[in-house]
């Protein structure tokens, strides 16, 4: 029997401004990827949403980006690596506090947006983020593309590394995601979603726009909690993998 991690990014909204259905979203993920307060969220969200995961069971990673709230950490900002890895520390430790406040483990890192997709190309800013998450704590898991220079980074420092696809994005040739400025960025048909997961957790593929067959290794599926399909997307993912008898676990556990 298969198992992969369902993960979804949560904890977005900020202040007054409601993001995402996270209270609903919540019971039918193993991994939630909490805003620490750069991109999105603020420490009254990242509290809030860490004792939610607590209630419902959910494994808590940190999920930091640029500090760009106007642009939700989407946009590239040019700055140095050790410019990164201290705004790594910085972030991943504020939302440690509040692990540490329920008693309870952070399990996971997973850069946002921007932040992301740099680390999976750029060998500099992808050492910087995995040399700041092996510094906050070496037992951290690091979510990356397949075959990213994230990955390869997180690896040669001896982490463990989680492969995480894309259950609402559509891929590039080369396996990268495809840029949101694209018009076939984001799957909108949860149909389609559903099935390119499965392909992609089963058969350890997935077809980039183009209609190149890329090999692929799924551990943990991503949902991201902002779109507007996002619960439908991930009730029915979830029941997709139930009937294909592929079993979720948070990823410690797998």
Known sequence: MKFVDLNCDLGESFGAYKIGQDELILPHITSANIACGYHAGDHNVMAQTVKMAVEN???VGAHPGYRDLMGFGRRMIQTDPSDIYHFMIY???ALKGFCDLHNIRMQHVKPHGA???AAAVDSEIAAAIASAVYDCDPKLVLYGLYGSELTKAGMRLGLQIANEVFADRTYQANGMLTPRSHEHALIHDVNV???Q??????????TAVDGTIIPIQADTICVHGDGEKALQFVCELRQALKTEQINIKPIVDL
């Open 193 to 195: 979603a559903v099935s």
């Open 91 to 93: 972030q991943i430790s």
């Open 115 to 117: 932040l992301f997709n």
């Open 197 to 206: 997961v499965i392909d992609m957790v089963k058969n350890k593929k997935v």
């Open 57 to 59: 069971d959910v494994k």
